[in-house]
Each structure stands twice: as C-alpha cells, then as structure tokens.
C-alpha cells in the first residue's frame, strides 16, 4: 500500500510517518517537497505517485497571524483539502483530513458532538471548516478534529511552559478556557487503527467526521500548574513553582483571533467505531514531559 501523508514535519504528521511504515510505503511530504499553496502542483503530484490513501496532516496553524495572512491560510486550509480530495475522488481512494475544535464557537455547556452546529470565530476556524466542507463532497472521507495538540516536538503549550518555568520567576494562565490536551502519538495510534480498519475491511462505510481527544479536561491554568508540578518532580531546575502561576480571565489576555471558551470534543463516536479505548490527558502529558526532559 502507498500512503501520502502531508505535513510530516508537523506533530501529528511526524509521529505518524514512524507509526505508518509498517503498513507500506509511506510518502511523506513538507513543504519543500509539495506546495500545498498550488492546487495544480498537488494535483500533478498525485497523478505522478497514484498513492492508496491520502492524510492530510498539513495545515496553516498560526491562528493570530491568519488574521492578517487570509490568502494563504484559505490557500493551505481550504484550497489544498480540496485539490487533495478531487484527486482522492478520481483515484477511488480514500482520504484522512484533520481539522479543529476551532470550527466551533465554544459557547455550547457540553462537549461537542459532531453533528453540532460550526460557528467558527476567527480566520483560522473560517478556514479549516471551508476545508472540511470541501472534503465532505467525497463521499470516502475521515475528518479527525482534535485540540490543544502536544508532543515532545515542535510548538505547543506543553513545550512553552517547560521552557518558561525555567526564565520566568511567575506565568499569568487563561483559567476560563476548557479543553482535553490531546498528544500527537494517540491521534497518530488512531489513524493507524482506522487505516488497519480500511486495509482489513474493503467494504468499509462509516466514512464521516470524528473527534478525537484523551479522556478527562481541564484548563489552560490547571494545565499549566499540572506540567510545572510534574517537571519538577522529575527532576527539572525551575525558577518558579506552580505557587507563582496566576490565574486570569480569557478578557485580561486580549488576541488578534478568539478561542473558543469550550473546546472540548465527545469522542464518543470515534471509541465506538473504531473499538478505541483513550487514555488520560495527565498519563499522556506525564510521558511527553519525560521525553523532553531527556532532551534538555
């Protein structure tokens, strides 16, 4: 099997270039290697590799400077999903495409379920739901949403704070903010179980849109008190402890581009499905913590 994975340089996408090779050949792009700005590049580059299954791990993720960079996030969130699953639609294959909590407005009390209603709020959300619109014309489709994505890797939360409890002597938190920080090596373990699905199950027909989060919530506050607490029982050197982070309102730290309030998912569909059991955000946190420890 040929597997195109976009976005290999990303979180999501590096930990899925390890996890897939087992499952065939896996050509793994960024964006030297294909311009997700030029649909006609993506559409000849497909013609020439012919791959069995299409992921979509590629994206324009800088949500405040979307704000001001439009044309290009509209070209990588909206335009490239749709070349992609064009050629996915002539080639018969299937196609993974990611998305984001960001489609919604945060305002729903409950986790969102699937079927709610997307309201996005900033450029960023306007153009990752136009992204999923367009790959929804194919009938073979996963859309997997996740957020507040971590690893060991690349820029997230969990990284930041390690970095900051390290220079900074106190941190003001957003603690109006709820979500389930979600690690890249699980959303990787997903894909490989849907596409062992898809591989085991040639008749395989609930094709859709799914969240996927780790089980448990918390906010941006607990979350970071959370990550300071366990580096330094691991042994890191910190200039601060979680005493000296303080928790603030998401009015007293104003953004070019609005975050959701609620960004929690119902995973209830994607567990069922696919017979997934997820494990906790704090388990998964604690093992990133350690690997990037080792890396300091």
């Not at 994505?149 to 390290?166: A, C, E, H, M, P």
Request: charged content about 25%.
């Amino acid at each position: 099997m040929k597997i195109l994975l976009t976005g290999k340089d990303g979180q999501v996408g590096f930990a899925l270039h390890k996890k897939l090779a087992s499952l065939g050949e896996v050509i793994a792009t960024d964006r030297n290697d294909l311009n997700l700005e030029n649909s006609d590049a993506i559409r000849v580059f497909i013609e020439k590799i012919k791959p069995d299954i299409i992921i979509n791990a590629a994206a324009y993720t800088d949500v405040d400077k979307a704000e001001t960079e439009i044309e290009l996030a509209h070209k990588v969130n909206t335009e490239a999903p749709k070349a992609l699953t064009e050629k996915a639609s002539q080639l018969d294959i299937p196609i993974i495409h990611f998305s984001t909590d960001y489609v919604f407005d945060g305002l729903k009390n409950e986790p969102y379920l699937e079927t709610d209603k997307a309201n996005p709020q900033s450029v960023y959300g306007q153009t990752k739901w136009q992204g999923e619109e367009a790959v929804r014309q194919y009938k073979k489709h996963i859309i997997l949403r996740a957020s507040w994505v971590f690893s060991s890797r690349g820029q997230n939360f969990l990284k930041k704070i390690l970095k900051l409890i390290q220079e900074k002597t106190s941190l003001n938190i957003v603690s109006d903010q709820k979500g389930s920080p979600t690690s890249a090596d699980v959303i990787a373990d997903v894909i490989y179980k849907i596409v062992k699905t898809f591989l085991n199950n040639p008749n395989f027909k609930d094709f859709g849109t799914y969240h996927v989060a780790l089980e448990g919530e918390t906010d941006w506050y607990q979350y970071a008190c959370f990550i300071t607490n366990e580096a330094i029982r691991l042994g890191l050197k910190t200039t601060m402890t979680s005493q000296d982070i303080k928790a603030i309102s998401n009015d007293a730290y104003p953004t070019k581009a609005a975050r959701p309030i609620n960004s929690r998912l119902d995973t209830t569909k994607i567990k069922k499905t696919f017979m997934l059991k997820l494990p906790s955000w704090e388990e998964e946190a604690t093992a990133v913590i350690k690997i990037a420890l080792s890396d300091i």
